[in-house]
């Protein structure tokens, strides 16, 4: 009889039940799968709403918002791929990455493509334009070739950012995409180091959020943004938002030709279409690189305090504080009747600049806002001494650039003030041509040019002027950057006491 052999017992349906459920407490996941012990896992979605980033944008100037830990975190590595930690892997990664940057004095600076460092377009006749800052490039499996416009002083900006900050590609284009340009921009890999970020890789988000749990998934507080838009960093995340005006290089005549005179003055873009670009003039990647500089060099200041219980965030707030610090605004038509006013971003970016907001004029008053004349509010502006009624404009652009730019150049007045204002703008631009001129610095034609002309003057003295008083420095020739810097005033003060004598002649 041949001998009996023990039947190994088959585990029932419970048991097997039992042990895939089994949680695996091992802290990182690739796909679906543990990094350290190969467990197939069921992954939940890591709750980034829960990270902040399902509140309104109008929480990041406040400091009443509050944030909470997800269970996991997602983190999208070099190449694309996107891994899940626990906590402690998600603390020990961050923590690991920030003595890496604390060791070598950076921070982190995350970088957005697509009309904030350049303009791409898919436009035929961008194809006609050449330059030196502008590149082609086709994208496989799209039609087309697609057109690159480098942002004026890009080359500039990435270098010189990259002595103080580790920087990161976050683009909602797709992963190809930011690759070719990263070529063109990086060909040896000295300044991004493959660290991209695209909507490719962060498909669960959407296209319009963006988390910077993904890069940093502890903490944000050595992280910066350079962005355009405000609305995909949702919640806390914005406080680390620096924020610029978006460039538009190709442009269709008619919208060029709608943008107000004291904008395309500052601003960037030109004003002919995609066949006849103007010169640029367009200081937001200079006037960005000195808000870095500025914060970055307050991080690692020797104060007292280690950098590991610093802020980027908190020190931006501080420097944006002194751009309009002592400036009490009071804004007319802009802002709609069912809005509560302290939500509005025109309000949000004034307060972060430290101005203090009034529902009415009083004596107090240092400037009206408006977009056009008319009102009782811009009327009694006018008869306010000391108070300057300007184009809305004004606000926005001394948010973008993070200094107080010239009133002068946005005023807001009726019939003959409005060409006197003009008439002291061109002496000052004459006068400051003339200036640049004794310091050897030249004017847009270079040594051998004949001169500026008068709309090169206006370009040059928007541009090229002092600091305003409480703004950032920007040094174009040197590597200082000053904060809470003052230039004459005096001449400003003068010349805004004889708008006000004209002012009081006409009224």
């Known amino acids: 009889m041949p001998p009996v052999r023990a039947r190994r017992k088959q585990p029932t349906g419970n048991n097997q039940s039992n042990a895939a459920a089994a949680p695996c407490q091992h802290p990182m996941v690739i796909g679906s799968l543990c990094a350290v012990c190969g467990k197939v896992m069921p992954v939940a979605e890591a709750d980034e709403g829960s990270r902040g980033l399902d509140t309104s944008p109008a929480d ?65 006749h961008a194809q006609t334009y050449k330059a030196d800052d502008v590149f082609a490039f086709q994208l496989p499996g799209v039609p087309g070739t697609h057109c690159v416009k480098l ?31 990263a070529a063109h ?32 998934p502890g903490a944000t ?13 949702r919640g806390e995340q914005a406080k680390n938002l620096v924020l610029v005006r978006p460039y538009m290089f190709w442009k269709p005549p008619a919208a060029a030709a709608a943008e107000p005179a004291a904008a395309a003055a500052l601003g960037a873009g030109h004003d002919g279409g995609a066949t006849s670009p103007a010169v640029e003039n367009d200081p937001q990647l200079l006037c960005t690189l000195a808000v870095l500089t500025a914060v970055h060099d307050k991080f690692y200041a020797s104060n007292g305090s280690t950098p590991a219980h610093r802020d980027a965030s908190a020190l931006l707030a501080e420097v ?40 009415d004029v009083t004596p107090a ?16 502006g006018l008869r306010t001494r000391g108070c300057v009624v300007v184009h809305v404009d004004w606000v926005m652009f001394c948010f973008w650039h993070c200094r107080r730019e010239d009133e002068r150049m946005f005023l ?54 002092p600091p305003r008083e409480g703004g950032v420095a920007v040094a174009l020739e040197e590597e200082a950057v000053e904060v809470d810097g003052s230039d004459s005033s005096e001449s400003l003060g003068s010349d805004l006491e004889a708008f006000q004598h004209d002012l009081d002649e006409m009224i």
């Not at 270079?446 to 090169?456: A, F, I, L």
């Open 60 to 124: 990041a100037y406040s400091s009443s918002s509050t944030t909470t830990t997800a269970t996991m975190a997602k983190i999208t590595m070099v190449g694309g791929a996107t891994i899940v930690l626990s906590q402690e892997g998600a603390r020990q990664v961050h923590a690991d990455k920030a003595q890496r940057l604390r060791a070598a004095r950076k921070l982190s600076l995350v970088l957005d493509l697509d009309n904030t460092l350049l303009h791409a377009t898919p436009d035929v």
């Open 151 to 181: 942002r004026p002083h890009l080359r500039e900006f990435l270098a010189r950012a990259a002595q103080r900050f580790e920087l990161t590609i976050y683009t909602a284009g797709t992963r190809r995409y930011a690759e070719l340009v």
């Open 221 to 233: 507080n050595m992280v910066l943004v350079v962005d355009d838009r405000e609305d995909v960093w």
């Open 365 to 380: 008053t240092t400037h009206v806002v408006a977009a056009q004349m008319g009102s009782e509010k811009t009327v009694a």
């Open 412 to 465: 807001l007045a009726p019939g003959k003030w409005a060409a006197a204002a003009a008439g002291r703008q061109r002496s000052l631009s004459d006068a400051h041509v003339a200036r640049l001129a004794e310091q050897g610095e030249g004017g847009e034609g270079g040594e051998d040019s004949e001169g500026p002309t008068p709309k090169k003057r206006a370009r040059l003295d928007a541009t090229d002027r």
């Open 320 to 359: 944006r504080r002194a751009v309009l610090r002592g400036a009490r605004l009071v804004f007319t038509g802009l802002i709609p009747l069912q809005t509560p006013p302290h939500t509005h971003a025109l309000w949000r970016y004034a307060t972060a600049l430290g101005a203090a907001v009034d529902a």
């Open 185 to 216: 921009l990086d060909p040896d890999n000295s300044l991004f180091a493959r660290r991209i970020i695209s909507a490719t890789d962060t498909a669960d988000l959407g296209r319009s959020t963006k988390s910077l749990s993904r890069i940093f």
